[in-house]
């Protein structure tokens, strides 16, 4: 008979986990090694501070995460040192809504400066058009500000 390793990973015994455990369990990195490297880079958040990888974290606490573009702000509301598939990762914790709107905001903003750009390189006509409308407008700024 197998013996029972449910005390060490069950999320009701435990009342404190180490966050890199946690966030590995949570789905928030691939592997524990990653979520390591970002916790060491600074890249999670308790209270304003940086944490170390040893911290150890308890339900109720409240963690501001980075990654690439997006900064979630998460309140713990279970524990697991296990990782589970994605709905069960959901359960671990509840995303706030100022972060859920504040990355709404900066998806926004990052659409819309994807925009502006050209869809294509200007050719040698409207280089010339370009350069011809820029000495004009530096000549018409250096001509209102003599008087």
Known sequence: MKPSHTSSTDSSQSSAVRIDKWLWAARFYRTRTLAKEAIEGGKVHFQGERVKVSKEIRVGMELTIRQGFDEKTVEITSLSVTRGNATVAQHLYQETEASIARR????????????ARPDHRPNKHERQQLQRFQQNSTRDRSFDEGF
């Open 104 to 115: 709404e905001l900066m998806n926004a903003a990052r659409k819309l400066s994807n925009q």
